[in-house]
């Protein structure tokens, strides 16, 4: 996150301090941040804000091409910020991610995957999956994916990039270590009947002697009765605490009730961390005393604290000229007292919950892919467990899907190439300079086919492509071709000899192999550099037909900086065309590439 631009997923199993670890770096690293969840709620434990609201985005499905309303303060916060990380993205669906791409790269003007800005994904895939209604929306989601599982990673622009995976492993939250092993094994689809034998040696009622325990649930609804019974339950006078709001905050983004409704003797969930450790969110308590404008509660330890009441902000980010760095505008603020009714609580809404011990009713089964582990997971050990069914193998299902994207997990060959090349170049593109950046791919290009990584090569050749405006400084940089690569068959190391040949000035060996890539595999990339050769070699006019090829396929809207150069360039100079209002255009996309303007200035003599 310090020395790169590179984009990643976080994750970890539950508990292993991933939400600390983000809060923590964004202190530490001098970057512009930006926090955005698939919820109100999430977005306002995380700090930040929702990703439909700040992409603007529709809340349906979101087809290809679809692009969110952003207004200018939005826009001008995109354009400064540095990162932008997405929590609990196992919820966020795949449309939306490519939903934000576009975006992204339509309002920065380029290419680049999410218009060349860093993205942190964070979340456990397996926990609760992404939402997606049966009927029409379930059936367009599949016409546009191909698939039946539509996590984040599917979204096209996921599979267009390298996506470095980085898992946490150590567990804070649980310390006994059979536990531990019992929910990998739930987590991992690896339930024995050791497994079950262990988990449902716990089916059993939690008696007064226990303490308080907290019931989850498969249902909302479920959860609501059993609290409103509950209170119903206590003779004792009922106190209602209104909460307010100052400014703007949307009532689906309220942490809390509007409306907390009280007696002395309920069993309430502190909803936050306090500030002085007293409590987390998710620490159980009974209401011990109320008054009009005092709540008293005491833990499961004996101990009594009056409850401050507490806000909480509904966020937005805005950019500040003066002091150029991005600031979280607050829009509105609610406060209420943290606390909600805890006798039952949904698996869903206890995700990010820790409880000390906790009652699992099962009596509607576990019915999505991760529920039973997301369950299972919240408390801290198997003593404080208390089940009201036997488990059954088919509660504790995890998408074979998701097991198969886990596999790559912690590469670390693939972690340490990802740094190595983005301290190569961070530094660089932060600084606008688009040419160095693309020499330093370039020789990384060299190095990986030297080594035999073909697949790596691969990796960084595109990065040079995407990066690169203006290549004649370039011409002649690297020295030679490896011999291997030129006796491989796959299109892929074809396309490294013509790109290398290119680059060390053998523009007949270029234009040869670039012919025999376009032969197997029909790309821009291999368009680009065939036109680069026949241009140095002075066939301009075949030059020009090769463009035309590749204008027919650019996207104005997302521009790609390297054609726009080299049409402009060899309209303006050999073909006779007027080239300026390309020239113009890549100024536009990239008013901080000092060699467009300069080029505008030598190479236009039209322009005053």
């Not at 946490?168 to 050791?194: G, H, I, S």
């Not at 909302?220 to 307010?244: F, P, S, V």
């Not at 969930?269 to 409590?279: E, H, L």
Request: charged share 25%; proline share 3%.
């Amino acid at each position: 996150m310090a020395n790169t631009n590179s984009s990643f997923f976080l994750t970890g199993r539950a508990g292993t301090g991933k939400t600390t670890f983000l809060h923590n770096v964004q202190k530490m690293v001098g970057k512009q941040f930006i926090t955005l969840a698939p919820t109100g709620v999430a977005a306002i434990l995380a700090g930040g804000d929702t990703i439909h609201s700040f992409f603007g985005l529709p809340m349906e499905v979101c087809p290809p091409g679809t692009c969110g309303k952003m207004n200018e303060a939005r826009i001008l916060t995109l354009v400064h910020a540095d990162t932008i990380i997405i929590d609990e993205v196992s919820m966020v669906r795949c449309d939306i991610i490519d939903a934000i791409d576009y975006t992204m790269r339509k309002t920065l003007h380029t290419t680049l995957p999410f218009g060349g800005k860093q993205v942190v994904f964070v979340g456990d895939m397996f926990q609760l999956p992404p939402v997606v209604k049966q009927g029409v929306e379930r059936e367009l989601m599949r016409d546009l994916y191909h698939t039946d599982d539509f996590f984040f990673y599917k979204a096209d622009v996921i599979k267009r990039m390298r996506l470095v995976k980085i898992e946490f492993q150590k567990v804070y939250r649980q310390e006994d270590e059979q536990f531990l092993q019992l929910l990998e094994n739930v987590r991992m689809n690896r339930v024995t009947p050791e497994t079950l034998m262990h988990l449902n040696s716990r089916v059993c009622q939690p008696t007064a002697e226990d303490g308080m325990v907290i019931t989850l649930t498969s249902r909302n609804d479920t959860a609501d009765a059993i609290n409103q019974k509950r209170l119903a339950e206590i003779e004792a006078e009922e106190y209602t605490y209104e909460g307010t709001v100052q400014g703007r905050f949307e009532e689906k983004r309220l942490p809390v009730e509007m409306e907390l409704r009280l007696k002395v003797g309920a069993q309430v969930m502190f909803t936050r961390n306090d500030m002085q450790k007293r409590w987390v969110n998710g620490t159980i308590g009974t209401v011990a005393k109320l008054s009009k404008d005092e709540i008293q509660v005491t833990l499961d330890g004996g101990e009594t604290y009056v409850v401050p009441c507490c806000s909480w902000d509904s966020c937005s980010y805005e950019y500040d000229r003066k002091e150029r760095k991005l600031k979280k505008e607050v829009l509105g603020t609610f406060a209420q007292y943290p606390l909600k009714l805890a006798w039952a609580i949904t698996v869903h809404k206890s995700q990010g919950m820790t409880f000390e011990k906790m009652a699992l009713d099962l009596s509607r089964g576990m019915f999505a892919a991760g529920q039973l582990y997301v369950a299972l997971s919240r408390v801290r050990s198997l003593q404080g467990l208390f089940l009201s069914r036997y488990i059954i193998p088919q509660y504790a299902h995890t998408s074979r899907e998701v097991l198969t994207y886990a596999n790559g997990y912690n590469d670390e060959r693939t972690i340490k190439s990802e740094i190595e090349s983005g301290k190569a170049v961070y530094e660089l593109l932060h600084q606008h300079d688009y040419d160095e950046a693309a020499h330093q791919y370039l020789l990384l290009v060299q190095k990986k086919a030297l080594e035999g990584d073909i697949k790596e090569a691969m990796q960084q050749a595109k990065r040079f492509l995407d990066t690169v405006i203006c290549d004649d400084e370039l011409m002649g940089c690297i020295n030679g071709v490896p011999s291997e690569l030129m006796h491989q068959d796959h299109w892929a190391s074809k396309f490294l000899v013509a790109l290398l040949s290119l680059y060390a000035g053998q523009y007949e060996q270029a234009l040869e192999y670039g012919e025999r890539v376009l032969s197997l595999h029909l790309c821009q990339e291999a368009l680009y550099v065939k036109s680069r050769a026949l241009t140095l070699m002075e066939r301009y006019e075949e030059a020009d037909a090769v463009n035309v090829q590749m204008g027919n396929v650019l996207d104005m809207d997302t521009p790609d900086a390297k054609v726009l150069y080299s049409i402009a360039m060899l309209n303006e100079l050999h073909i006779g065309d007027p080239g300026l209002e390309l020239m113009q255009h890549l100024v536009g996309v990239r008013p901080k590439y000092n060699k467009g303007t300069s080029t505008i200035r030598e190479s236009f003599p039209c322009v005053v």
